[in-house]
């Protein structure tokens, strides 16, 4: 059984950057996936990434700002978020999905994790 566990996050202004990282325990070659959920909103899908990390899905609202990105050495998955803006404020959980589903793939379905991490609050905010 996998678990995860986030570190990063904060208050930052309008254009910073922030790095979020999940590392995983227990772990096998999972796609992984980062998701946010927005005050009053339901929790959405903004990267996801194959067990390889060569392939990866960057939602449209982020793209050109977010990367997702891998280190099997370290078992860790990274969000990288450049240009934020105060519509990217929510928490921010990164998952796993489920043992049986194949790996090399990425899944952007919230459905299709089943190991969730603590979440990180992050705040843009002028």
């Known amino acids: 059984q996998v678990q995860l566990v986030q570190s990063g996050g904060g208050l930052v202004q309008p254009g910073d950057s922030l790095r979020l990282s999940c590392a995983a325990s227990?772990?096998?070659?999972?796609?992984m996936g980062w998701f946010r959920q927005a005050p009053g909103k339901e929790r959405e899908c903004v990267a996801a990434i194959n067990w390889s990390g060569s392939s990866t899905y960057t939602a449209d609202s982020v793209k050109g700002r977010f990367t997702i990105s891998r280190d099997n050495a370290y078992n860790t998955v990274y969000l990288q978020m450049d240009g934020l803006k105060t519509e990217d404020t929510g928490v921010y959980y990164c998952?796993?999905?489920?043992?049986?589903?194949?790996?090399?793939?990425?899944?952007?379905?919230?459905?299709?994790?089943?190991?969730w991490g603590q979440g990180s609050q992050v705040t843009v905010s002028s």
């Open positions: 227990g772990y096998r070659t999972y796609a």
């Open positions: 998952a796993a999905v489920g043992e049986y589903y194949d790996g090399n793939y990425y899944y952007t379905g919230i459905r299709d994790y089943h190991t």
